[in-house]
């Protein structure tokens, strides 16, 4: 007498679990399709159109985050070094190079979800095109570490992994014609525990 309920009610809770477990999994994989990766730097550029797929504008609304219209930026963010090695806060790296053209850019580490790192009160958790000291060619050197470094430093916390994540504002790498030939900073491990 209750065997057909229980078939019919365990079928209906497979299927709306399953659905809606999917459908949460692709929510937090990414923030859509159509991804580029320059040197081991990514971003999403279609995510801030109104061209964007369905999973990306569902991502956007479910952080509840404003993206960059097409023509105000584009937000890049690197988990991993040159060689491949995830970033973690017991690490220190080098970042180095040139970033592309743009009339502003700024520099965080943030968790998995995008939040930035605090690394304590008064350390500097962020760089910006107007603060870092450059070479005379234009290049410069970012350390990034737990520990004080002379020059330009960003300050992390000594917890986990973390992603760096670079904003270009006002850039012409943002419009589809940009995207080829970009030159992004290389990001290098200089050493790890003590």
């Given at each position: 007498m209750f065997r057909v309920p229980l078939i019919v009610a365990t079928a209906l809770v497979i299927a709306f679990g399953g659905g809606i477990l999917s459908a949460l999994s692709m929510l937090n994989a990414s923030v859509g399709f159509g991804a580029i990766e320059v040197a081991g730097w990514r971003a999403f550029p279609a995510a801030q159109t109104a061209s964007a797929d369905p999973y990306a504008k569902a991502h956007r609304a479910k952080g509840g985050r404003l993206l960059y219209g097409s023509a105000e930026g584009l937000q890049f963010?690197?988990?991993?070094?040159?060689d491949g090695l995830t970033l973690t806060g017991t690490c220190s790296y080098r970042m180095s190079g040139r970033t592309p053209t743009a009339r502003?850019?700024?520099?965080?580490a943030a968790d998995a979800d995008g939040n930035p790192l605090d690394a304590g009160p008064e350390l500097p958790a962020a760089k910006n095109s107007q603060t870092v000291l450059r070479r005379r060619d234009g290049t410069f050197d970012i350390t990034i570490s737990r520990t004080a470094k002379s020059g330009n430093w960003l300050a992390i916390p000594d917890a986990g992994s973390f992603q760096l994540v670079l904003t270009l504002l006002d850039t012409p790498a943002a419009a589809s014609t940009g995207l080829s030939g970009l030159a992004m900073p290389v990001i290098e491990q200089i050493g790890c525990g003590q």
């Open positions: 963010t690197a988990s991993r070094d040159k502003l850019w700024t520099l965080y």
